[in-house]
């Protein structure tokens, strides 16, 4: 269970939310999809606004927006598997091999829940997710918020992603040898060096929390696919939000999207680093809500 501060009427829970007539699912289905990902789903009679992870955290990760969004929206998060409470079980390598497979669980959820003009919102690697879903199935969304987001991060001749293969690869390596020392490391590289030391244990306890096998698999699926031909199939209105001196996620990444986009405009936060809605999750709430209305 998620640890917001909502009183039971404020939440329903997966079996509650499968009452929602979805179409094409029967209700067992619809019943696993949401266990199998710790479906919560805060409020209701609103707007819906489905929150998508990055790499490596699980559905608390938006625990500093969620009580200010739940009062506009219908407030919905989930676990990736192999995070969170999600079903460890329910891992495929071979689903989970590109970034598409996470994008197909995304789709499922909001069949599910039978979700009509979402605003579904993805940070980073959660973004190129976001991006894949909401590409795929435009029925169930209308508006599309990216923060910090990629659809590649490795330097390539003509396009800056922010990162050499090689040393991209050394980073990689040195999570299979030493996983939990690599949480702490990489963690306070994506928070960046300006912000309180908490924020990057915090980052990294959620690095800890995902089961280091599955993880590992994820981080070369998020840090090594190249998404960029998917871009332009995003026809949603979009907003792209970036922070300043993000080693994930560099201003030329943010022109890329922008200029690949077709209804996208970007904005860039004052705060430093990978993760706004750690560092700046008041400036990050104030341009989700702009954007959105």
């Known amino acids: 269970m998620l640890d917001f501060a909502y009183s039971n009427s404020d939440v329903i829970s997966s079996s509650a939310a499968v009452q929602t007539g979805a179409t094409g699912l029967s209700a067992t289905q619809r019943q696993h999809i949401l266990k199998r990902h710790s479906v919560r789903v805060i409020g209701e009679g609103k707007p819906p606004m489905l929150l998508c992870n990055g790499f490596g955290c699980n559905q608390r990760i938006w625990q500093h927006l969620t009580t200010a969004l739940a009062v506009r929206y219908q407030v919905i998060v989930f676990d990736y598997v192999g995070s969170g409470a999600s079903e460890l079980g329910a891992y495929d390598p071979h689903k989970y091999a590109t970034l598409g497979g996470y994008a197909q669980d995304v789709v499922e959820i909001c069949q599910a829940l039978d979700l009509r ?10 973004a190129t997710i976001a991006m894949l879903a909401a590409s795929q199935a435009p029925h169930h969304f209308a508006k599309t918020v990216l923060l910090a987001p990629s659809p590649y991060y490795l330097n390539e001749p003509g396009y800056y992603g922010g990162f050499e293969r090689a040393d991209m690869l050394q980073v ?17 590289l994506l928070i960046g060096p300006t912000h309180a030391l908490s ?13 280091s096998t599955i993880a590992k698999q994820f981080a070369r699926v998020a840090f090594l696919s190249d998404n960029r031909a998917d871009v332009a ?33 970007l904005i860039t936060l004052q705060t430093s680093g990978h993760c706004p809605h750690l560092s700046a999750p008041l400036e990050t709430l104030a341009a989700i ?5």
């Open 117 to 126: 003009e979402a605003v579904i919102v993805g940070h980073s690697a959660g």
């Open 172 to 188: 990689l390596a040195m999570m299979d040898e030493d996983y939990r020392g690599w949480t702490t490391t990489f963690a306070d």
């Open 199 to 211: 924020l990057g244990e915090e980052l990294a306890g959620f690095f800890c929390e995902t089961d």
């Open 233 to 265: 199939k995003l026809q949603l209105p979009t907003l792209l939000v970036q922070c300043t001196d993000d080693v994930a996620g560099p201003p030329e990444v943010g022109a890329y999207l922008l200029e690949h986009l077709p209804q996208a405009q």
């Open 289 to 293: 809500q702009s954007f959105v209305g």
